[in-house]
């Protein structure tokens, strides 16, 4: 049965943690508990997922987008940003039910809830950042400017969706659009899917289409 992560790297480590196991393991060959399988849905079938959102944000979007998928992350109802913080908040209350502090030199657990209360209070600071980024957001420049201004602070993404390693989404949804950023061209040509390139000045004869023109009104 094939399993679906959100990124290589997810596939690729959950592919290693099986190999370890089967090395290392010590019981009898049919103990072993098999992998758990996640099926994900494509960031084009739920745009207003966090990895629906991700594929929206790419660079040709207008600020009114950009600044309405963020008010989305951080919509107090069913904002996913709240939601993580009220999952690190019960994470900690679940470790203070289990606080002992009668050995005065050793607190293990309290030190795990000193971390998520951390963790807690720095997902509190992230939502108020976004608060104030979402109207700066939308009042950015509709343009993109010079790459000689880019290359003066880095890019922070670090994960690729299997959607944009695979290009699973721009398949599916084909459009006169090409909104495609260089990031996600050079992870399609990395992919095991990707054929030899083509001879230049000649298109390619299996080039994805690209991604629908998305509507500059800003969601709510």
Known sequence: MPEYYSSIGEAVGAAMQHNIRLAHRSAAPGSDKP????????????????????????????????????????????????????????????????????????????????????AYGMLQDVREQLEVAEDGLAACPAERTGPRHHQMVNVLRSRELLDDVLGAEAARVPSARNVDSDRQRAARASSPRAGTSPSTGSPPATAAPPPAPRSAGRPR
């Open 35 to 118: 992998l758990q399988v996640r099926r994900l849905p494509s960031a084009s079938t739920d745009p207003y997922s966090v990895r629906g959102m991700i594929s929206r944000l790419h660079e040709d979007a207008s600020p009114d987008e950009v600044a309405g998928i963020i008010e989305e992350v951080n919509g107090a109802l069913v904002g996913a940003l709240p939601e993580l913080t009220e999952v690190v908040a019960s994470a900690a209350d679940w470790t203070r039910a289990r606080l002992d502090f009668d050995d005065p030199h050793h607190h293990p657990t309290f030190e795990t809830w000193t971390r998520l209360a951390a």
